[in-house]
């Protein structure tokens, strides 16, 4: 079993930033590849970032340039820095971990971006 618990949501201005952070337990993740989905109000849970077990990564076009994903290995904590935020980008985001068959998400942390 992997233990995700996602933090650092909260209410920002357009333009603001913030920097969520998912800190696992349970097992030891380096090798997994490490995600942040988000799912916006009506809308379908989307797939925003990865970061994979050699450091590459990958992201959503809405977020390349404004988005940073990184992974600290030796604090069990994956991050993800968010630049230059819109309304578009109000929604719960979640912490997945995934191996192979296996995957475990968090809870969820809500971002809201208004004025």
């Known amino acids: 079993q992997v233990q995700l618990v996602e933090s650092g949501g909260g209410w920002v201005q357009p333009g603001g930033s913030l920097r969520l952070s998912c800190v696992t337990a349970?097992?030891?993740?380096?090798?997994?590849?490490m995600n942040w989905y988000r799912q916006g109000p009506g809308k379908q849970r989307e797939l925003v970032a990865q970061v994979f077990p050699s450091g590459n990564t990958y992201y959503v076009d809405s977020v390349k340039g404004r988005f940073a994903i990184s992974r600290d290995n030796a604090k069990n904590t994956m991050y993800l820095q968010m630049t230059n935020l819109n309304p578009e980008d109000t929604a719960v985001y979640f912490c997945?971990?995934?191996?192979?068959?296996?995957?475990?998400w968090g809870q969820g942390t809500q971002v809201t971006v208004s004025s």
């Open positions: 997945h971990a995934q191996q192979r068959l296996s995957a475990y």
């Open positions: 349970g097992r030891d993740v380096s090798g997994w590849t």
